[in-house]
């Protein structure tokens, strides 16, 4: 690992291992007053911040980041972003709504990271063919049944293949 800016380590993996080398910004100093300050500059970071600038265009808006810009678990997903949820553990009938409630908040990011794709014409492979989720261990097989109960039970089209 290469030291990040202060405690934080900043790996390189995922998306990242294609990208040049980047430098990390200045560290911030002095004091600064703003209407807006979005902590973390991930994928939910960098959309907050872009939405806050669409909502007030006036106003300027601080973004911390630790370590570079989507190096935390943001670098870490290799790029996908997918509109169903798994949670870990065996499904619970009585957090159905509850998991239909995150997954709708991840397909309304879903269609929003879509458009500004398409309205940007941005090349990113972007591809719609779903993903896989695999196992290699007893665990993560005990896992992966508990997805796939999870999957049926909110009726989410899937295909398992063994």
Same mark, same amino acid.
């Given at each position: 690992m290469? !030291?990040g800016s202060?405690?934080f380590?900043?790996?390189?993996h995922?998306? $990242?291992?294609l990208?040049p080398?980047?430098?990390?910004? @200045?560290?911030?100093?002095?004091?600064h007053?703003v209407p807006w300050?979005?902590?973390g500059?991930?994928?939910?970071g960098l $959309?907050?911040?872009r939405?806050?600038a669409e909502?007030?265009?006036?106003?300027?808006?601080?973004?911390?980041?630790?370590?570079l810009v989507? @190096?935390?678990?943001s670098?870490r997903n290799s790029g996908? $972003?997918?509109?169903?949820?798994h =949670?870990t553990g065996g =499904?619970?009938?009585?957090?159905m709504e509850?998991?239909?409630?995150?997954?709708?908040?991840h @397909?309304?990011?879903?269609d929003?990271?879509r458009a @500004?794709?398409?309205e940007?014409?941005i090349?990113?492979?972007w591809?719609?063919?779903g993903?896989?989720?695999?196992?290699?261990?007893?665990p993560s097989?005990?896992?992966c049944?508990?997805?796939?109960?999870?999957?049926?039970a909110m009726?989410? !089209?899937?295909t !398992?293949?063994?």
């Amino acid at each position: 690992m290469t !030291p990040g800016s202060g405690d934080f380590p900043t790996d390189r993996h995922g998306w $990242a291992e294609l990208l040049p080398e980047r430098r990390a910004c @200045q560290t911030l100093s002095g004091t600064h007053r703003v209407p807006w300050v979005v902590v973390g500059a991930g994928v939910t970071g960098l $959309a907050c911040a872009r939405r806050l600038a669409e909502l007030h265009p006036d106003q300027e808006i601080l973004l911390l980041e630790a370590r570079l810009v989507g @190096q935390g678990a943001s670098g870490r997903n290799s790029g996908f $972003a997918v509109a169903v949820s798994h =949670f870990t553990g065996g =499904f619970e009938a009585d957090r159905m709504e509850s998991y239909r409630r995150v997954n709708r908040i991840h @397909q309304a990011g879903l269609d929003l990271l879509r458009a @500004q794709v398409s309205e940007h014409a941005i090349d990113c492979q972007w591809h719609e063919g779903g993903f896989h989720h695999a196992a290699a261990d007893r665990p993560s097989v005990h896992e992966c049944e508990n997805f796939l109960r999870y999957l049926e039970a909110m009726e989410i !089209p899937h295909t !398992p293949l063994d």
